[in-house]
């Protein structure tokens, strides 16, 4: 403001008579334009060039006369931003500039956060499609359909998935190139600023947050390694590159040749992480399938050679799946209780598809956070115990399906064929009428124990009495050579009876017979009941030899849902004496330590034991590959017992038939919690009614949550921007490809102003362009992103969603954030592109370094303490705090330089 009133006003009389012609522009205030001329005028502007007095200035008068008013110079700085303000606003005062543009901004980077979900609802549409391809199993050569992603998920990240995170730094990086083109004037430093800004928060900021978000007692651990290897070099490697491209290759200026190379790097990254991603550049553990790949869903080989299919590894249903190993280890818990067996395996199936972690990508976790924050639908995880920590846990029984030696003998498994097993176990549970079975396919006795107790199980309808008639029947062992007492009777089951017993008398001798059997019977079940297994054969073992040794039976199948393989061996054709006989395990298919524990040591038979049973463990969690196989092998007999020529046992694991149906019901539950993420319902006129209503959670129950009061707040706060972007044409259309052209377009809108409102904040502020971009505007683009990686944290089982793709972003981020607007400047201009480093080169610098540390200390956590996040609490609080001085670091040093402080 310059001079007093009357110096003020002769000045002026002076000016408009001397410089009439150089008036530009006169703009009235519509809210203070009067037409009498005695009238004040409030808010009348002049925008005019002033040789007189300097460059450019503001003329505000208040009288038709003109004998009030001020003359404003050296107020030029933000003169170039006035299409966005009313007329008049820059004469506010400045403090109250500072909020309103504050404000503003902040209102700005609400309607980024809603569009940009509505963008990467339509990537999330785009990168889900599936298509379906054959299989051919080449050990049974079945043929079958398995349902595959069309996009490789590695590729969707760094593609799709990457720009929809990214887009506001992105376009905002365009849209200043080609404002400056339009212009004709050198780029500003907001967009390229903004890029680095955001890659030091998303690195060190969120890797800080997601550090102390782990539960305690929990690690998070980056699963595809190979992917975050490449990303990682990546991302610095592309920060190096601005610096030799901006500084030390051709200073200040773009080339044709370095533009085309830094959108190239862009596709060259894809590709390298595709090819880690498939085990090409290593024997890593390869992640999800897709873009026509097999692995892991339908028969594709892996860099080992292995080949995995759908049966043994996971149950997909588009980008669903259930672990089947999960599924193992709780029929585990189940497959061994007969007793309100369906109930329990009821109740599993509920409480897995709502425990089981949906397999969310870092795209899901952003967009279950927005909506979280703006009072959308959304899904919200259940506070639950742990499967283990539960009071209801389901405790394992021995199942009675294993083979029983003599009674009152320790009881060993049955090695009857488990498929028969499994049905009987079936229809025991489903039957709708009385059933009745032997608790075994088979027994055996000693002479010496002179009795044998067989039992019978009872299934179907509980609640009346049922009975069986039973009946010896003569096999080599006969009631007339005295071998047994024969018998036969009605087995009577009251109400709830599930079990009952059969006692048959052994006759005992003195002289040496071969082992002989005989048989029982079932039949005539009364209410019209059903026999499922009319006999059993008992056998008697004669005990006056040492005898021979022998595994019963030879093959042995173990299920996937097992912890243990039992083996029975018999002493048979004698059991006088105390005998001994060494065991060990011997690899086959099957590698000790990753499919079952090394098992080793000697069985001891004391004088009249005719079985003794040996037990091999497999590792907790371990992962059973079909038709893999081990065998257990006898030697070193003593005491005078002899070793059966066939000495050796093959152990077999086979699948388990009830896991996969339990896959599927689980699968079919788990589609459910993922219709949270649908948008508009595949109509204009439900988008519009979402925009209008707030929206709660969706609990794991599919339960609907009533919106927090902040949700609420938020809502009808944004409800402008909702309905505004409700116009978007819903997912359904075209594939979501006509909702990704459309919300990525208002997205370049919405970061148009987001550019303006930052340059107006900055210089009411009296700061620069490139310490407004590191601190404010990285901030409020990057802050759902923050919400996304801390909820990944929390829930996914691993780091891969949480910080394992922010390497890969900061990769993007570059090549296409600047590739892109290098690209259209060179061809604008028809070569070389002035591009000033300014205050860039020191900020790339100073993030160089920090990235660095930060990426080395990821790694030595993950070499010391198993995992990159979480762990040791007191570590991982440490290293929090380390990351954010290394953030606050950067952000200081790079206003201190840029300020010239430095």
Avoid at 74 to 90: I, K, R, S
Avoid at 145 to 156: G, I, K, P
């Amino acid at each position: 403001m310059a001079g007093n009133h009357s110096q003020i006003s002769q000045q002026y009389s002076t000016f408009l008579q001397e410089n009439k012609n150089l008036l530009t522009t006169v703009t009235l205030d519509p809210w203070a334009k009067i037409s009498n001329e005695n009238s004040e005028y409030w808010g009348v502007i002049h925008e005019c060039e002033k040789p007189v007095l300097s460059e450019r200035c503001y003329v505000h008068y208040t009288s038709s006369s003109l004998d009030r008013y001020i003359i404003y110079e050296d107020y030029h700085e933000c003169a170039h931003h006035e299409w966005l303000l009313l007329p008049g606003f820059p004469l506010l005062d400045q403090k109250l500039l500072i909020v309103i543009y504050m404000g503003f901004l902040i209102y700005l980077f609400l309607g980024v956060a809603i569009i940009s979900d509505v963008f990467m609802a339509s990537i999330e549409v785009i990168t889900s499609k599936v298509k379906v391809v054959k299989s051919k199993d080449p050990k049974t050569g079945e043929e079958s359909e398995v349902e595959v992603l069309v996009w490789n998920a590695t590729v969707a990240n760094l593609t799709l998935m990457a720009l929809g995170s990214s887009a506001p730094e992105i376009l905002l990086a365009v849209i200043e190139t080609l404002i400056g083109l339009l212009k004709d004037e050198e780029a500003g430093e907001l967009g390229a600023s903004t890029i680095v800004g955001s890659a030091a928060f998303n690195l060190l900021f969120i890797s800080a947050v997601c550090m102390v978000a782990v539960p305690e007692g929990e690690r998070r651990m980056v699963e595809e390694v190979p992917v975050f290897l490449v990303t990682a070099v990546f991302s610095i490697f592309a920060y190096i590159w601005l610096l030799v491209v901006l500084v030390y290759w051709t200073p200040n200026t773009v080339t044709p040749g370095e533009a085309v190379l830094t959108a190239l790097f862009f596709p060259v990254l894809v590709t390298l992480s595709y090819m880690a991603d498939i085990g090409m550049l290593g024997k890593f553990s390869s992640g999800d399938a897709g873009a026509g790949d097999v692995e892991a869903q339908s028969g594709a080989e892996d860099g080992d050679g292995h080949t995995h299919y759908q049966h043994v590894t996971a149950v997909h249903a588009g980008d669903l799946h259930a672990d089947r190993q999960q599924i193992a280890n709780m029929m585990r818990e189940l497959k061994h209780d007969n007793a309100g067996r369906t109930t329990k395996m009821n109740a599993a199936v509920d409480w897995m598809s709502k425990h089981m972690p949906v397999p969310m990508n870092r795209m899901q976790f952003r967009m279950n956070a927005v909506r979280g924050m703006f009072g959308r639908k959304h899904m919200v995880k259940n506070s639950a115990e742990e499967p283990g920590k539960q009071g209801n846990k389901v405790s394992p029984a021995r199942d009675e399906f294993w083979c029983l030696q003599p009674q009152p003998e320790p009881a060993a498994p049955n090695h009857a064929t488990l498929t028969t097993k499994q049905t009987l176990q079936k229809r025991l549970a489903s039957s709708s009428v009385p059933v009745f079975a032997f608790a075994a396919s088979a027994y055996s006795v000693l002479e010496k124990h002179k009795k044998i107790a067989v039992t019978v199980m009872r299934g179907g309808p509980m609640a009346t009495q049922v009975s069986v008639f039973y009946e010896t029947e003569d096999g080599t062992a006969t009631a007339a050579d005295n071998d047994y007492t024969p018998c036969k009777g009605t087995l009577v089951f009251e109400p709830m009876q599930e079990k009952a017993t059969v006692e048959i008398a052994i006759m005992d001798d003195d002289f040496y017979e071969p082992d002989e059997e005989f048989y029982l019977k079932l039949s005539n079940p009364s209410h019209n009941g059903e026999v499922l297994t009319p006999s059993v054969e008992i056998t008697i073992i004669d005990d006056d030899e040492p005898g021979i040794l022998v595994f019963d039976p030879l093959v042995v199948e173990a299920l996937e849902t097992a912890s243990q393989a039992s083996v029975c061996v018999k002493r048979q054709k004698g059991c006088d004496g105390r005998v001994t006989v060494d065991y060990r395990t011997l690899d086959m298919t099957a590698v000790k330590g990753e499919h079952y524990l090394e098992t080793s040591g000697t069985l001891v038979f004391e004088s009249n034991d005719a079985m003794q049973v040996i037990t091999v463990r497999f590792p907790p969690g371990h992962e059973l590959e079909v038709q893999k196989s081990f065998a257990i092998q006898l030697d070193n007999p003593t005491g005078g017992v002899q070793v059966s020529k066939r000495n050796k046992c093959v152990v077999t694991f086979v699948p388990d038939d009830e896991v996969n149906e339990m896959t599927e019901k689980i699968v079919e539950k788990m589609k459910n919690r993922m219709d949270v993420f649908k948008v508009g319902g595949g109509s204009w006129s439900q988008q519009f009614k979402d925009a209008m209503y707030p929206g709660g959670g969706v609990d794991e129950e599919g339960n609907d949550i009533e919106p927090e009061a902040g949700a609420l707040l938020m809502h009808y706060l944004c409800i402008t921007w909702k309905v505004l972007f409700a116009v978007v044409p819903p997912t359904d259309y075209y594939g979501g490809w006509a909702t990704f052209c459309c919300s990525l377009g208002m997205i370049g809108v919405v970061t148009l102003f987001v550019g303006e409102v930052a340059a107006l904040l900055g210089c009411a502020m009296g700061i620069k362009d490139s310490i407004t971009a590191i601190t404010f505007v990285a901030l409020g683009t990057s802050l759902p992103d923050t919400f996304a990686s801390k909820q990944a944290t929390i829930e996914s089982p691993n780091a891969d969603a949480a910080i394992g793709n922010v390497t890969g972003s900061n990769s993007v981020n570059v090549f296409l954030g600047l590739g892109l607007p290098w690209l259209m400047a060179v061809i604008w201009k028809g070569g070389d592109y002035s591009y000033p480093a300014g205050d860039l080169k020191f900020s790339v610098q100073v993030f160089t370094v920090c990235a660095l540390m930060c990426l080395f200390t990821l790694f030595v956590r993950r070499k010391l303490d198993g995992a990159e996040l979480g762990g040791n609490r007191l570590g991982a609080k440490v290293t929090a705090v380390f990351f954010v001085t290394l953030w606050f670091a950067y952000i200081i040093m790079s206003a201190m330089q840029a300020e010239g402080n430095l």
